[in-house]
């Protein structure tokens, strides 16, 4: 029960965004350690009792250690200040091990009174985590209000797809990279190199264009699905947290689903973060790193937190540039691709430097509103611009026909926000919003494709347009709108597309 303890309560306290599916082998690989564990302490002392307790204690110990280090992060002796020195804490829980086997070893006392007090403690705190599940998943199973495939209708082509002739398509989405006005407002850079890269490459540059929700689950189920979200939140309500319908609608999604009848070859990058980190649906899923998000939080709680600059900054690293560079070899493979590829970055944790150097020591808090300040976040996204130009470089150098390629961000950062830590707050300023929903949005779309584009249109439209012009549809497009909701009420919508200034439209 210790062992499998850090798991359960960590997927209990995110079970809105991560699938069970995804905590089944972490504690499998959990069991089997401690079941090695036992055995190997079990032929040494050959008593079930200390046996049992030293191998909790290890794993107590292995399991707090990163919490702890957390809470003591800014206490002070004296001159000493402990945050950020692991050499104290590692000693101090040496020294709790060491003292607590040694009485266990030698102790004469019957530790059957001990045993039964740990088997309880063990058993209260995988039952309170259950609980937590358990009365989510019942009030998301019995609260949910109508027919979940409700906003999912199929898209038909009005002839049979051939697939000689068709464009490739690449999806790109940078996560949190700023629209081009809120970098000169906010971060005071002007972005007009990356700006005159795309243009000379013949992009089209929606300028005044904004996210239709701030936050990634629900801005790509709307751009990947050409919906609003407005019958999910009338399926889950306003209060849930459950993720699942939006997660189906990025995996499953419309787009894909189309382009996949008419003969494409749908190509899913893993991004190593929730709806995207994995497709079942794609025929070719392509894996660029070894850690999903879930692993590097609960690795960051344990005592290998000294190594996360390991398992989440060299990590985090790989996974983008192998995504770059396995993009950039995708035009290699026969056939029409829809090509999706979520990159976490320049949202954080930031990892390059501005000529994308690696950088060590910075913030490697996974989540953007513990982790936004300026110049880190700036150099990262400088840095990925560049990445972003030898990419289309090498699409464009390789494809045989001219394909179609959207860099898109699905929202933006949140540094102006003040409580970073808590639901953003139910009053957002006007530079809240203009910083939250200003985004890049850059199209290549040959033969003529970007004269059905405007300045400001949004995500929600990409495919409608490019279905319009390419595949003969007849989508009509929908009002460009966006919606604020706070992390914890994801589904109360309030439109803000109205707020004054929503974006402040940059000097091309």
Known sequence: MFAIFPVVFLFSENIAEVPFSEILTLLLIALGLTLLLFLAFGLLFRNNQKTGILVSLILILFSTYGRAFDGVEKWRIGSMVLGGRHGYLLSAWGLLFILGAYFTVKTRIRLRNLTKIMNVAAASLIAISLLNIGTYEFKEKFFWRGDVSVGNKELHAPEPGKTAGLRDIYYIILDEYAGFGTLKEVYGYDNREFAGYLVKKGFYIAYNSRSNYGMTF????????????????????????????????????????????????????????????????????????????????????????????????????????????????????????????????????????????????????????????????????????????????????????????????????????????????????????RERFGILNAYYLPSGGKDLLYDSITPVNTFRAIFNRYFNMAEKLLPDRSFYSTYTRPYKFTDVSATPRLLSVPNR
């Open 218 to 433: 629900l801005s790509l189920a709307s751009s990947l699905n050409m919906e609003y979200l407005d019958p999910v939140a009338g399926i889950v309500g306003v209060d849930s947290l459950d993720r699942r319908i939006p997660s189906d609608m990025i995996q499953n999604s419309k787009v894909s689903k189309f382009l996949r009848s008419k003969g494409y070859k749908f190509i899913n990058f893993r991004s190593g973060w929730g709806a995207t980190g994995r497709n079942a649906y794609a025929d070719l899923d392509v894996e660029c790193g070894k850690l999903d998000e879930f692993q590097k939080v609960l690795i960051q709680t344990t005592i290998l937190r000294p190594l996360e600059q390991y398992f989440v900054e060299n990590e985090s690293r790989t996974r983008i540039l192998r995504t770059f560079s396995k993009l950039a070899e995708v035009h290699k493979i026969k056939g029409p691709k829809f090509v999706f590829a979520h990159i976490v970055c320049p949202h954080g944790p930031f990892v390059f430097g501005v000529n994308g150097e690696p950088v060590s020591g910075t913030e490697l808090a996974i989540l953007s509103y513990m982790s936004v300040s300026e110049k880190p976040y700036l150099d990262q996204l400088i840095a990925i611009s560049k990445k972003a130009e030898i990419l289309v470089d090498d699409i464009l150098a390789g494809s045989e026909t001219p394909p179609i390629i959207i860099v898109q961000s699905d929202h933006g950062p949140d540094s102006t926000f003040t409580d970073h830590a808590g639901d953003w707050g139910e009053h957002p300023t006007g530079k809240n919003i």
